[in-house]
């Protein structure tokens, strides 16, 4: 079965800090991989995604990803951070072997500091 | 541009007692997928439906059943609730099965069992 590690469950961050969080998985074979946020009480919203071509993805908000197959992980990035940012970021994995369920990992939770 | 649309958006229940909750898919999007999402907690995959048929199957309890209809929402029925049944249920659609589909998900459905 497919499992997703997300490597932080709580990034505190000041305001205009750079930001990563790691999100390695597990299967091996042709994966498509999602960064979600949720803010505070709200619905999953999609920051990017990864399907094929260039491994280095853009998504909303400034954020970035890239993925690096060789060492299964799909790291998300900002360079600087702001307040508005504060909310939780889950990785998610959809694989392509027959089962069409997205597999999340645990989430990590940031707070930006003002 | 429209949505996934979930509905009630919350909904108290009592232990034993039965509850439905509604899922309307991103026009022409045939794939539905459930989740819950426990306080705290990442995602986790209850069942999903394409083509009105079920196509993938979770963590869902025995008390609780889903399907999907010919206007392909989708409808979670919950039986014998349980306090460990409060949590947040998220929907989401796909345009088919593959592989590079983007999955979009509702607002939630908030169920408190008391």
């Known amino acids: 079965a497919q499992s997703v590690s997300q490597h932080n469950h709580h990034v505190i961050l000041s305001e205009a800090a750079s930001l990563e969080l790691g999100c390695n998985y597990s299967y091996g074979g042709t994966v498509n991989l999602f960064w979600y946020v949720q803010y505070p009480g709200q619905h999953l919203q999609l920051l990017l995604k990864y399907f094929s071509g260039d491994p280095l993805v853009k998504g909303i908000k400034g954020f970035e990803a890239e993925f690096i197959k060789s060492k299964f992980s799909f790291n998300l990035r900002k360079p600087s951070v702001q307040w508005s940012d504060t909310a939780e970021y889950f990785c998610a994995v959809l694989s392509g072997a027959g089962s069409y369920q997205l597999t999340f990992g645990k989430g990590t939770k940031l707070s930006v500091i003002p | 541009a429209a949505g996934v649309i979930q509905s009630p958006r919350h909904l108290i229940k009592e232990k034993r007692e039965t509850a439905t909750l509604k899922c309307y898919p991103i026009?022409?999007?045939?794939?539905v997928y459930w989740y819950q999402q426990g306080p705290g907690q990442d995602p986790q995959f209850l069942i999903s439906f394409y083509e009105k048929m079920q196509s993938d199957k979770g963590s869902i309890p025995d008390r609780f059943s889903a399907q999907q209809f010919s206007d392909y929402h989708s409808e979670l029925n919950m039986s014998s609730l349980e306090l460990g049944d409060s949590a947040l249920y998220f929907c989401?659609?796909?345009?088919?099965?593959?592989?590079?589909?983007?999955?979009?998900f509702g607002e939630g459905s908030w169920l408190t069992v008391v």
């Open positions: 989401a659609s796909s345009q088919g099965r593959i592989s590079g589909n983007t999955i979009y």
């Open positions: 026009p022409r999007h045939d794939t």
